[in-house]
């Protein structure tokens, strides 16, 4: 019996659908594994269909082409090393979520996931079965644990595997991010290992998937919890890591420890990650917005050029009587120092046209937020038409605390395909151009230096829709909103929970209704870049008709 194992970890980007191509990654990863002298190639949690299907896993159609599609690959990989790689399977008339091992030329084990996660992001239980807690498989004489996922979270199915005979654990896992997750995930797997004493191997997903972003961060941990190897955050890889086995039962060879980003450089990569495998997965490759020369779009069209390149970002400019000069100038500095394509497309005579149609059904009337509307909902035509015209995405540019109490104008500045902002609240906004501003990396397309100039960060906002507006004439001062939000949405507290939290009971209970009637805008808004455990879609969700309010 050996007592060296070679294992090739794929930390590779899969397509949810892309059943031929998710394929192709894996061939392309077991030939690496091959080329290596590896032992097993494993690949992520349901890698072969994409993750999170939702309910396209349960299309009979489609379910059926991916476990035929595995069939073929342990026919193609048959001389070489064993595969693992993640996959629906059926049992009768029952769907799982499985972790197939491919070992000469067949089908040689497979596990069916036993805990389902049905929370945040997930609906397993809609989805699957859950299956039993079985022992472990062998692969070259030495026998591999694979909890999967969320059974690593778990006590039970760990410490069954050690006690069947196990030499070390192997999680497959289709792990979304949110800020600080990889904290969750070393201090869960630490606790795999000292109950069970085996090493294991945390393999994660990687790619942006809707509004969900798999991070990577794929770890290995030695007896005792010590980290032997950590792949890095955010960055597709391929790594080979060595056990050997000695007196004491098997251990990881040390490799290669990748840095761990702050989290503010975290939440910048996350959202670059997803805009481009939003675009890349759903056949666009340019983009459009709106630049304001307010924060929010000087902080999209970044992440924009970071994500796809000066050459696929268009800026548009669409100014009002209402625009102050120093907008103009910093929004066009900002694309300047971008390298993106700037048009300036003012908006008065079509306001004007759009006011004198109306003006019959107005008459009579003082003008309000309809009037100021206008201007929003024109901007959104105009931006939808040259999106038709000329085939780019439009990115709506509205931050949490924007998407959470409404302050957005459906059908105007809402207008668009994703939202890279739409989880960072205001206050995160401002920290992160300055984290930008002062930070480069190499996965950046964008230049490096102070491309958001700092007047636009040290401006007060404003929406630009009346003279002298600003956005605290409406709502609270944004650290106040933000506090309270945190409280709201993120802890899910109360109206007493924000007094205690030294924040005046007004002040929560506004921001509690506007927090209430917007749904109807979010269920209608974008998708966005998830960065935290409470985004707007999966995470919450509340009904558009509500009459309840915190009596407290």
């Given amino acids: 019996m050996s007592d060296r194992f070679r294992l090739t970890l794929a930390q590779l980007n899969p ?54 599609t595995i069939e073929t690959l342990a026919r193609e990989c048959a ?33 069916l996931k036993h805990h389902l996660p049905n929370e945040t992001v997930f609906d397993e239980e809609r989805l699957y079965e859950s299956g039993p807690v079985t022992g472990p498989y062998t692969v070259d ?122 989290a503010h450089e975290q939440d910048y990569h996350a ?29 999209v069209a970044t992440v924009a050029v970071d994500a796809l ?8 400019m669409l100014p009002s009587e209402y625009t102050a000069d120093i907008s103009l100038q910093d929004a066009q500095t900002l694309a300047e120092n971008l390298g993106c394509r700037y048009d ?18 107005f008459e009579g009337t003082e003008p309000n937020v309809t009037e100021e509307n206008i201007q929003s909902r024109l901007r959104g035509l105009l931006l939808m038409a040259i999106s038709n015209k000329f085939g780019e995405m439009l990115l709506t540019t509205g931050n949490k605390s924007e998407v959470a109490v409404g302050y957005a104008t459906i059908y105007g500045d809402m207008s668009g395909g994703y939202n890279p902002l739409k989880d960072m609240y205001k206050t995160r906004v401002f920290e992160t151009c300055r984290w930008r501003n002062e930070q480069h990396r190499d996965w950046m397309q964008g230049p490096g ?19 002298d507006q600003k956005d605290e004439d409406s709502l609270p001062e944004y650290a106040v909103l933000d506090g309270i939000l945190e409280i709201l949405v993120d802890q899910d507290g109360s109206i007493a929970d924000c007094v205690a939290a030294g924040y005046d009971r ?32 999966l995470d919450r969700r509340y009904p558009i008709v509500n009459r309840w309010r915190d009596p407290s």
């Avoid at 509004?211 to 005792?224: K, M, S, Y």
């Avoid at 997965?281 to 917005?289: A, I």
């Avoid at 636009?456 to 404003?462: E, H, L, T, V």
Wanted: glycine content about 12%; aromatic content about 8%.
């Fill in 449 to 467: 230096g102070e491309v958001i100039p700092q007047r636009i960060i040290d401006r007060p906002p404003s929406a630009e829709l009346a003279p």
């Fill in 309 to 316: 390149g000066a050459q696929n970002v268009r800026c548009v």
């Fill in 15 to 68: 397509t949810v659908g892309d059943i031929d191509g998710n394929a192709a990654q894996a061939r392309t990863a077991w030939e690496a594994g091959k080329q290596a002298g590896a032992n097993l190639v494993a690949l992520p949690e349901m890698f072969i269909t994409g993750y999170n299907t939702q309910d396209l896993v349960m299309k009979p159609a489609f379910h059926q082409d991916a476990i035929a």
């Fill in 271 to 299: 959202m670059v990650l997803a805009l481009r495998d939003y675009m890349r997965k759903t056949g666009f490759s340019k983009v459009l917005l709106g630049l304001s020369g307010g924060i929010d779009s000087a902080l």
């Fill in 141 to 262: 004489g030495v026998r591999i644990g694979s909890p999967i996922c969320e059974d690593s979270w778990f006590e039970d199915v760990a410490e069954t595997l050690a006690e069947t005979g196990a030499e070390f654990l192997l999680v497959p896992n289709g792990s979304p991010y949110y800020r600080e997750k990889l904290a969750v995930r070393h201090q869960l797997m630490v606790a795999r290992v000292v109950e069970t004493g085996l090493p294991l191997i945390y393999l994660n997903l990687l790619g942006g998937q809707d509004d969900q972003v798999f991070d990577g961060g794929t770890f290995a941990l030695n007896p005792g919890g010590e980290l032997a190897v950590q792949m890095p955050l955010m960055k597709e890889g391929i790594a080979h890591i060595d056990l050997e086995r000695g007196p004491d039962g098997w251990r990881i060879e040390k490799g290669d420890l990748a840095p761990i980003p702050d």
């Fill in 344 to 361: 300036f497309v003012p908006i008065a005579e079509g306001r004007e046209a759009i006011t004198n149609t109306l003006a019959p059904l």
């Fill in 506 to 537: 007004d002040d929560a209970k506004r921001v509690e209704h506007l927090l209430y009637i917007s749904e109807y805008k979010r269920f209608q808004s974008a998708p966005g870049t998830r960065l935290s455990k409470r985004a707007f879609w």
């Fill in 79 to 111: 001389d070489g090393p064993a595969m693992g790689i993640g996959g629906p399977a059926l049992e009768g008339a029952s769907l799982y979520n499985a972790y197939y091992i491919l070992s000469g030329g067949k089908i040689s084990a497979c596990i």
